[in-house]
């Protein structure tokens, strides 16, 4: 039997499920509250918003599956033939309380047309406030790991996506140390849909036991209020790069989406200091020399 | 003689001067402190910053006057037939302590090309974290004086622009209680370009006392944590604003301007909550009612 949409969101909600359960259990105190709303258009999705925890001071992990007729602008601007469209997927921003846990985005996402063209998406992205060797490696090592059991090319094709896409070109700064990016993927001459489901399935489940393993390591780190005002300088450039340049975000904009579920990736608090410059040879100074593309995390 | 761009420039820059004295004394503590650039094609400016002081917590008066040529993409953007240009301004953010201050912007511009086109442009609107109905009778009372003296026209124009500008689209809230905005201004059978230099150095005359006098009457209100906590969730719809539409901002992210003078308008600290409601009745439910364009504030 040939895969549904029915199928892939249903899954897709119980991913996350999954993942908000995971995440309680690593915060040890706050529970996921989830707002169901619908679509006037057609559909509709539940956010599920976790605040004020142990660990994660805010984090959204959002379900949708909604359905209806594109305008014409945007079927102009996807390249697109048809106009009833059906789009599913989850979407995760975690911000963490301690400057040492990284933030963590996650989306993956199947979208479909009337006329049958359809394609999956997504990708996991890190923000570390402060960039730890063993952690980078530790996240791209997992990422390929998922990547290789599908494609040799995925990982390197996917992780440079990455590096391009989750870049803040104004700042001249990747946002984190990336992670992978795909788009437009579907089925070809060596990969069935199922396959390729299969792999946008394994990369669903990579989140959770790859970010918990670093919030675990982290999580209990002692930190003074410097390291305090950089997190919220580091979360000013998450804003900077949601707003300007995330399609995500940009597309909910501009289509009139549930506004509090889009912009439930943005942080609690954030900060900006006019021409801040941390001190030579500081740990802020080192995370920002750090922030460019192109480095090879799963290297060695 | 006629009016050169040079005169121009001085004026600005003498009012930007002017504008940092008379806030400084209204805030009886800090400084601004002056950082001169230069632009890599041509002309450059002078950011003048204020950080925490007893009333303003940060704020920002830019000069600058730039020349160079155009890109293809923008001189398209903009209708323009010729390359070479020559632009000058001043642009003001200022982000009181006090959450019964308002936030205040002022812009005052002018732009030459080559071949002879100029135009002028600017406005000032004021962003109270909570609506105050003397206060913006004051403020607008204040732009309609200044703009009556030029045109009857001006206010009712103008002050309908800014609502339609200075208006956060995905939250259907205006940024604040509007002002006036203008752009493209040049001469025309009932003004001469003298007489539109004249009104637009009015326009910058009119926001230091009128600032100042709201500025006084407010900051020494006594305010609680909570009052706090809203001021941060306006700043958070602030800096939605600014990157999301703001085309000033917009403009020099993509033509790769000073990036810590274009973003010095965001503010220190900036927040955001999910879903955050009101308390019925409150002060703040009673600004959100209020937050809405078309309200004639100068009216009796």
Redesign the interface.
């Known amino acids: 039997m040939s895969l549904s949409k029915e199928e892939i969101a249903d899954w897709f909600r119980q991913l996350q499920l999954h993942i908000c359960s995971e995440l309680e259990s690593e915060d040890g105190k706050a529970k996921f509250e989830e707002?169901s709303w619908e679509r006037p258009g057609g559909g509709g999705g539940h956010t599920r918003?976790i605040?004020h925890g142990n660990v994660f001071e805010?984090g959204?992990v959002n379900f949708s599956a909604v359905h209806g007729e594109l305008t014409e602008p945007i079927m102009k601007a996807l390249e697109l033939n048809d106009r009833n469209f059906f789009a599913t997927g989850v979407s995760i921003v975690i911000h963490p309380h301690n400057p040492f846990v990284p933030i963590i985005h996650m989306n993956v996402r199947y979208f479909e047309l009337g006329d049958g063209t359809y394609w999956f998406g997504g990708g996991i992205d890190l923000t570390p406030h402060y960039v730890q060797t063993d952690d980078a490696k530790f996240f791209h090592q997992q990422l390929k790991n998922t990547c290789d059991r599908f494609d040799a090319n995925y990982y390197p094709e996917f992780k440079r996506w990455a590096d391009d896409y989750f870049f803040i070109?104004?700042?001249k700064e990747t946002r984190g140390i990336g992670g992978i990016f795909f788009d437009r993927l579907k089925e070809d001459a060596g990969h069935s849909k199922q396959q390729i489901w299969e792999f946008v399935k394994a990369v669903g489940e990579t989140f959770a036991p790859t970010y918990r393993s670093i919030v675990s390591r982290n999580k209990n780190a002692s930190y003074t209020d410097s390291n305090l005002k950089w997190r919220?300088l580091r979360r000013?450039r998450y804003?900077?790069f949601n707003?300007?340049y995330d399609k995500g975000t940009k597309f909910g904009?501009e289509t009139?989406g549930r506004?509090?579920s889009?912009?439930?990736s943005?942080?609690?608090?954030?900060?900006?200091?006019?021409?801040f410059r941390p001190t030579k040879n500081s740990l802020e100074a080192d995370t920002l020399n750090r922030l460019i593309k192109g480095v090879d995390w799963a290297a060695g």
Chains 1, 2 share one sequence.
């Open positions: 707002d918003v605040q805010k959204g070109k104004h700042r919220n000013g804003v900077e707003l300007v904009l009139d506004i509090e889009i912009l439930m943005l942080p609690e608090n954030a900060s900006w200091v006019y021409d």
